[in-house]
């Protein structure tokens, strides 16, 4: 288990800038929009996971057999990073909560 922490670790590392950038939008549009906004920022994190799959096989394609050598596929790899990312992602909207606006603002 420990080994596998390391190698998604390792795995995470170059693409959680984007991430986070993606997160940060996210949660700047949830605080300024409010909260039934949540759905168009799942699918801003899903459009951000499309880029991080296209960066890390764009730039890193000859790394990747340091993962299958060590027992673990791509397809394992992407979905451990990208439920770590999401719940985390979740777990920041479920703190920041109470701060976000539930109404939509209408003017009229």
Known sequence: MNNTRTLVWYFYRPVMVINLIFTAICILDLLKIGMWFVVNALI??????????????YFSDRSFMFYRNAGYS?????????VCDMAVFL????????????????KG
């Open 44 to 57: 801003i994190k899903i459009v951000g996971y499309g880029g991080t799959v296209f960066y890390k096989n």
């Open 74 to 82: 791509i397809t394992r790899m992407y979905t451990y990073i990208f």
């Open 91 to 106: 777990l920041i909207v479920a703190l920041i909560s109470p701060f976000i606006p539930h109404h939509a603002h209408v």
